[in-house]
């Protein structure tokens, strides 16, 4: 972390100011008061965490051929939460301030003092607090109609091991990848939408031969901390840090952090851990189903041990918003990568006559069948430019009065500034060589 506490919390201030103003990210049900630990992402920035999905689904199912993907209910069967260890275990230490009534998690009080009203020694003894959300499903609300909305997605993934085993060509080593909603009762949710009740998870289980789960754990290590450079996080802000044998979960082997220095501290964006075969265990005894798989190369039957990194979809999006974040004398600028960026292109006439707009709209129609377009022709066109800059738009194409003459734009690059001219006939090649290829 950089700066002192007052720049950083006037950074972490402005972005979500900057979110708020140009409709990234909103206060849940905010004209009713909002509610705590919930939000909601507005015409930009659903296409930012949109673009982190599909990137995160390209990369770890679209281009492997051993990853395939799966999309499992939130709701499912109490029991897989009782195999899990959720019912049991999935809890927070929790006091409350018999002073001002707040609560918090035991461990984060410091010196025995309230956060909120600062009185010293007034706390109620330690509970234990169950982070998942229950509800009823069907009309009896009694203990049978119990269900629970999951609180991370990798237990629906375990659930189907065997239906995806029996009806792909999957075999050992191989993953299984889901994007969905997660929800935990967080005591203090916190840091923007870092610390949420209601977020979403980018997960993939990989099922490894047991001899073969140290090797794979190293490789997915390597792998995921690299996925966040390769879309523009800076390398100086990101570690990869492996935790103490005293960290660990009993049945894990191995577990590592994919950080990232947010002006509020440095915080974990993604987990891989080595699961061992935990997990298909626990679910092979509660269901009385044997999770075991059939070797056929060796003749070996065994459970498979479970490589998992684990990702927050939120999280990983405001990473990139807090990383690309930059405030220049001229104007505020969000420096996504072009992959990343929720609009790829913004298309400008330069004023509003001599046939400019009617130009700038066929390109919009024509870019629009490619990417997130959008057309302005509203106030001058360096206010025209800014807007865009703070929306992170990478590329600004004007039409001009000389559009019509050489049929080419002027192409404005976000970072440098610099302006080319480009045919319009090429102006997709173009487009598609800068955004793939930056
Ligand atoms: N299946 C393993 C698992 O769920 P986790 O460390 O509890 O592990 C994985 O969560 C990731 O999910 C975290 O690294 C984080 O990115 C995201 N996450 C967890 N709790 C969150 C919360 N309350 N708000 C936002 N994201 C959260």
Request: glycine fraction near 6%; charged fraction near 30%; charge should be neutral.
């Amino acid at each position: 972390m950089s700066g002192t506490k007052g720049t950083t919390d006037q950074r972490m201030q402005a972005i979500v100011s900057l979110c708020k103003r140009r409709g990234i990210i909103f206060q849940s049900s905010e004209i009713y008061g909002g509610l705590n630990g919930c939000w909601d992402y507005g015409p930009l920035g659903v296409e930012l965490k949109r673009n982190v999905k599909e990137n995160w689904w390209r990369d770890n199912v679209i281009l492997r051929d051993d990853i395939v993907g799966v999309d499992c209910s939130i709701l499912m069967n109490p029991r897989v939460w009782e195999a899990s260890g959720h019912v049991s275990s999935f809890t927070d230490p929790m006091v409350d301030c018999m002073q001002c009534k707040g609560r918090f998690r035991a461990d984060h009080i410091v010196n025995n003092q309230c956060p909120t009203c600062g009185s010293k020694d007034k706390f109620t003894e330690v509970r234990h607090f169950n982070l998942m959300f229950k509800t009823h499903v069907g009309a009896l609300e009694d203990s049978s109609s119990i269900a629970y909305l999951r609180p991370e997605t990798c237990q629906g993934i375990f659930a189907n091991f065997d239906n995806v085993v029996n009806t792909s060509r999957v075999k050992v080593p191989f993953g299984i990848a889901q994007i969905g909603k997660a929800f935990r009762n967080e005591i203090n949710p916190r840091n923007f939408t870092f610390r949420s009740r209601e977020f979403e998870q980018m997960e993939m289980e990989f099922f490894t031969p047991p001899e073969e789960a140290p090797k794979w754990f190293e490789y997915w290590k390597k792998e995921r901390y690299e996925w966040y450079l390769r879309y523009g996080i800076k390398r100086e802000r990101l570690h990869l840090r492996e935790h103490e044998k005293t960290e660990l979960a009993h049945y894990a082997a191995g577990c590592a952090d994919v950080e990232y220095d947010f002006p509020f501290g440095c915080s974990e964006l993604e987990g891989i851990a080595n699961r061992t075969d935990y997990d298909l265990k626990q679910h092979s005894a509660f269901s009385k189903k044997d999770l075991s798989y059939f070797d056929q190369p060796t003749n070996k039957r065994f459970i498979p041990y479970v490589i998992e990194p684990s990702a927050g979809a939120d999280r990983a999006t405001l990473a990139f918003l807090v990383d690309a974040y930059e405030e220049e004398a001229e104007r505020t600028v969000l420096r996504f990568h072009p992959k990343i960026a929720p609009i790829k292109a913004a298309i400008l006439p330069l004023v509003n006559k001599d046939g400019m707009p009617e130009m700038a709209e066929k390109i919009q129609s024509a870019l629009k069948r490619h990417w997130n377009v959008f057309f302005d022709d509203k106030g001058a066109i360096g206010r025209r430019y800014r807007r865009q800059d703070e929306a992170g738009t990478p590329f600004c194409v004007t039409v001009d009065g000389e559009s019509a003459k050489d049929n080419s734009v002027t192409v404005r690059h976000r970072d440098a500034m610099n302006q080319e001219r480009v045919g319009i006939d090429h102006l997709v090649t173009f487009l598609t060589k800068a955004i793939q290829g930056a």
